[in-house]
């Protein structure tokens, strides 16, 4: 079995995590800056990627950019902007082919290594500014971006439970940002914060693929210098639930959007993490289990009915799309599997099924480069190093008792509805 | 069995014919934990009208029915099939699109098992009334989820507009409505005709022995009984070459306007080679045109009409095929007719030229190679491009083929009034 493993090197300002692997026909480059999710600052983090992808001082627009891309065979390159717990994460993903593949040799993965860093560290500025038309051409299509989260009314059902359920708390904030903050930001002060985000961000840097590590180490040290820093680490708040919340909202859609929030009181690294990935498994994690089968399979009263973990802040969302007049009744379903979970009703067969369906997603995740990237990083953003084979193992060993002692810690926090205007 | 190499992407597929006429194709992919199946029949939301095996006359059966079909072959006397692919610690899967209906696995143990599974689940259907009720329920909830999302509703606005009469029109899931007319026995009877193996293919790929597996599979169909394979016949109305509607406004609740330019093709009988060509040759000139490093692309950013939700896309199969070209835009209109202007520019050779096709189409190569590395992506496109008698290893030979002309005369052809139509979502 090819379970790859990283090779972690510290350098100065950021760690290199290589794997090394004949896998794929192509390398993948991933950089990845964190900080804190903070009100002040999460426009910003939203904001800066856009920019710093769309032309650098070589390279100083779009098009320029993007055909020095398609001359390197087409190179993928995109950003991207997420919450992990109360951290905000920025990715830059390059995935590039693997030269060896190709009729004429080029040392594809050394441009690759430069070209991030040129995107990083030689943005298209003016002063101690942004470029102008790129600055107002990305604020724009921002803008544009936080809008259409209300357009696709399931995203904007989980976006209103999130806001709802953890509205004084750093988990509340969006990671895209907000309009209101993005008005206030000028091309300088972005540029200011470019600066600051280069001397405090957590920075790890992954290179994947069939790639040889010593001269990776070479190029990377030689293109990313970076000075020392201390990265701030937060430990996510775990809020006491004192009064559950029900929050029902009218809108323009033909199907009600349920969206259930629960506080677990469990986070990734911790001792019964395993439990409750078993737990969400059996509870609605797949199309096994108790969620689908009873409010989908039996009840038919919806098309899609799931659960799924926020590891690093420890919630557990369930989500389903239903008849607004079946509202009550959907609830009382949910509400009674959770009942079940609490009191042990499941059978041995559930949890041996949903063991052997977590292991195979976990496998299978690690079987694209990306997926790689994102289990690895759970310990950079938890602190604690965990290996796949450890987290296999773990699995395999969870018994009913942890499984009904992780639910007995589970809280009810919020009941969010979208509801249709038709009914 | 034979055995076909790619040299230069390093890749050895197997290929057998069973008896029954189900084609079989293994892609062994060392250093994969995953092995993936897929098991696709040549049957999708299109096929609306056909001779019933064992019958004489054309019968039209309700929209939707496809889809339906695909919900309710998981359903046995005994339970669940998907329950029983996670015993076997496997994900199982299907959809239905215009033509194909495909079910899947994939796994990191046990894949034999989770292929016998599989091929079993598929060939032994089970339709009762009372489940078939049942299921209208849940598959209702699945269309008022398509009819919340508007990109969705612009998507089959724009090929609405497109069509007279071709039932690719049609909303794949149907509608509330049509669904409410499907039976258990008109499930069986287009089961009976469009499930036959000589209409079916076997996809495998992952860290498999080829041998071996082949050896099973041979064994589990010869130990079943099929009818001997008899031609489909389907039945199409006619389809002027000419777009059915110029322009549509859906209004929904949303905050930014949305628009799909889409152009009919006016040529959509092609099949083999000539339809890889053409459907590369689309891509090629779209990506010319609109893509990320064109200077066309650049000004329609930087004048604010167009967003990151900008995209194109060209597809055709037998009897239907389409460019679409649009996203989010504060400036419906306006983008609308600069997309026109585009197009038609285009035929006088403004924003192509040879230079830039040719790092067109080094990006679609490198694009290609990247793909390899999805095992769904491989499955999947192989049998689509399987079903319309190409082969999806030709795509980087056909790639270095296509010369400048080509992508001039696909211009000339495509870029026509009467070709091209326009949907708008805005907000209410």
């Known amino acids: ?423 | 069995m034979e055995k076909i190499t790619f040299e230069q992407l390093q890749e050895d597929i197997f290929h057998e014919k069973m008896t029954n006429g189900l084609e079989v194709f293994i892609l062994p992919k060392k250093g994969f934990n995953k092995s993936f199946a897929t098991f696709t029949t040549k049957y999708g939301s299109i096929d609306n009208r056909f001779i019933p095996l064992g019958k004489e006359d054309y019968a039209k059966v309700p929209d939707g029915i496809a889809h339906f079909l695909e919900h309710k072959l998981f359903e046995k006397e005994d339970g669940d099939v998907f329950q029983q692919f996670s015993k076997q610690g496997a994900s199982a899967n299907a959809f239905t699109s215009f033509t194909r209906t495909a079910y899947l696995f994939s796994s990191t143990a046990d894949f034999d098992l989770n292929l016998k599974t599989l091929i079993d689940f598929v060939q032994d259907p089970y339709f009762s009334e009372k489940t078939v009720e049942k299921e209208k329920g849940i598959i209702g909830q699945e269309i008022k989820m398509y009819d919340d999302n508007p990109d969705w509703r612009l998507y089959f606005g724009t090929i609405e507009n497109m069509y007279h009469n071709h039932p690719v029109k049609i909303d794949i899931a149907g509608t509330v409505e049509t669904i409410a007319e499907i039976t258990k026995d008109l499930l069986y009877e287009c089961y009976e005709t469009f499930y036959h193996p000589s209409n079916m293919l076997l996809f495998i790929v992952g860290p498999v022995e080829p041998e071996e597996i082949m050896e099973k599979i041979r064994n589990n169909q010869d130990g079943k009984e099929f009818q001997p394979p008899q031609e489909i016949k389907r039945q199409f109305e006619t389809e002027p070459s000419d777009v059915a509607m110029k322009d549509r406004t859906l209004h929904m609740s949303v905050q930014t306007p949305k628009i799909m330019l889409g152009i009919k093709s006016p040529d959509p009988d092609l099949s083999g080679q000539e339809l890889l060509k053409k459907e590369l040759t689309v891509s090629i000139l779209l990506e010319m045109l609109l893509g990320k490093s064109s200077p066309i692309h650049e000004e329609l950013y930087m004048n604010g009409l167009i967003d990151q939700t900008f995209s194109y896309d060209f597809t055709q199969e037998a009897g239907f095929g389409f460019a679409l070209i649009g996203g989010d835009t504060k400036h419906p209109d306006e983008l609308t007719a600069k997309l026109k202007q585009i197009l038609f520019e285009a035929k006088t050779g403004k924003g192509i030229s040879e230079e830039s096709m040719k790092r067109v189409i080094k990006k679609r190569i490198g694009l290609f190679l990247r793909s390899l590395n999805s095992p769904e992506y491989i499955a999947n496109q192989f049998t689509r491009y399987a079903f319309n008698d190409m082969n999806l290893f030709d795509v980087v030979p056909v790639l270095e083929q296509i010369e400048f002309k080509d992508v001039k005369a696909t211009t000339e052809k495509l870029i026509d009034e009467k070709f091209i139509t326009v949907c708008q979502v805005l907000p209410k």
């Not at chain 1, 904007?156 to 806001?163: I, S």
């Not at chain 1, 004084?168 to 969006?174: A, L, N, T």
């Not at chain 1, 953003?381 to 987290?391: K, R, T």
């Open chain 1, 1 to 423: 079995m090819g379970i790859s493993l990283d090779t972690i090197k510290k350098n100065p300002g950021y760690s290199v995590h290589i794997v090394k692997t004949a896998q794929y026909k192509t390398n993948t480059l991933v950089l990845k800056m964190k900080a804190p999710l903070k009100h002040e600052t999460a426009t910003y983090r939203s904001l800066l990627p856009y920019i710093l992808q769309s032309n650098t001082a070589t390279y100083k627009s779009t098009p320029l950019l993007r055909s020095y891309l398609d001359e390197l065979y087409g190179a993928s390159f995109y950003v991207d902007v997420a919450k992990k717990g109360e951290y905000q994460i920025i990715s830059f993903v390059l995935e590039i082919a693997n030269e060896k593949f190709l009729h004429n040799s080029e040392p594809l993965l050394e441009k690759g290594i430069a070209f991030l860093a040129d995107v990083l560290f030689n943005p298209n500025k003016d002063g101690e500014s942004f470029d102008v038309a790129t600055f107002n051409n990305e604020k724009r299509s921002l803008q544009q971006r936080i809008q259409s989260i209300y357009d696709d009314k399931m995203r904007y059902a989980t976006t209103r439970l999130v806001e709802v359920m953890c509205d004084d708390e750093p988990y509340g904030i969006d990671a895209s940002g907000d309009v209101e903050s993005l008005g206030s930001i000028t091309k300088e002060s972005l540029y200011s914060y470019y600066k600051k985000a280069l001397l405090e961000d957590e920075m790890d840097v992954y290179v994947i693929g069939d790639i040889n590590e010593v001269e990776v180490h070479k190029l990377i040290d030689q293109h990313f210098k970076l000075p020392n820093r201390e990265p701030v680490r937060m430990k996510s708040e775990q809020k006491k639930v004192s009064e559950v919340k029900e929050k029902i909202e009218e809108m323009d859609v033909k199907q009600g959007k349920l969206n259930i929030g629960y506080r677990t009181h469990i986070v990734y690294g911790d001792p019964e993490y395993y439990a409750l990935q078993v737990f969400n498994g059996i509870f609605g994690g797949f199309s096994h289990s108790k969620l689908f089968i009873n409010v989908r399979e039996k009840a038919s009263l919806a098309y899609y009915a799931a659960s799924r973990l926020e590891s690093h802040k420890g919630l557990l969302m369930v989500m389903s799309g239903i008849e607004s007049a079946n509202y009550d009744q959907a609830v009382n379903i949910i509400h009674e599997q959770m009942n079940d979970m609490k009191q042990g009703n499941f059978t041995d067969e559930e949890l041996s099924q949903t063991k052997a369906v977590i292991k195979n997603q976990l496998l299978e995740t690690v079987d694209s480069a990306r997926g790689l990237v994102e289990i690895l990083y759970h310990n950079v953003v938890s602190g604690y190093a965990v290996s796949l084979e450890e987290w296999l193992k773990k699995t395999e060993a969870i018994t009913k008792e942890e499984i009904v002692a992780v639910a007995q810690k589970v809280e009810l926090d919020t009941i969010y509805f979208m509801k249709g205007t038709e009914v």
